[in-house]
């Protein structure tokens, strides 16, 4: 099972910029579809971006054109970076890979300890 590492996560004031960082550790990486979720104070995670093995990408709404999503396989590493960020994008930030199966063979998903982004007004 891949085990993720996030960093990158601090306060910033609003249109500021930060880069998380997911580090994946174990094999098959690129197998997986990776997300990124948020979690605010006394909600539940939502997806913020998505990353599949093609190079695919979807955003929520909230984020699009602010936040971008990438994927390096060869590091075993899929980023987030979040320009002109708001108070509303508070919050715990989760990365995620998906639970796949390829070639009858099961490759389970996982999710990070989280990284808390807090933005100031």
């Known amino acids: 099972q891949v085990q993720l590492v996030e960093s990158g996560g601090g306060l910033v004031q609003a249109g500021g910029s930060l880069r998380l960082s997911c580090a994946a550790s174990?094999?098959?990486?690129?197998?997986?579809?990776m997300g990124w979720y948020r979690q605010a104070p006394g909600k539940a995670p939502d997806l913020v971006a998505r990353?599949?093995?093609?190079?695919?990408?979807h955003y929520a709404e909230s984020v699009k054109g602010r936040f971008t999503i990438s994927r390096d396989n060869a590091k075993n590493t899929v980023y987030l970076t979040m320009n002109n960020l708001k108070p509303e994008d508070t919050g715990v930030y989760y990365c995620?890979?998906?639970?796949?199966?390829?070639?009858?063979?099961?490759?389970?998903?996982?999710w990070g300890q989280g990284t808390q982004v807090t933005v100031s007004s």
């Open positions: 174990g094999s098959f990486f690129s197998l997986h579809p």
């Open positions: 990353a599949t093995t093609d190079g695919s990408t």
């Open positions: 995620n890979a998906e639970g796949v199966v390829s070639y009858g063979r099961q490759y389970p998903g996982s």
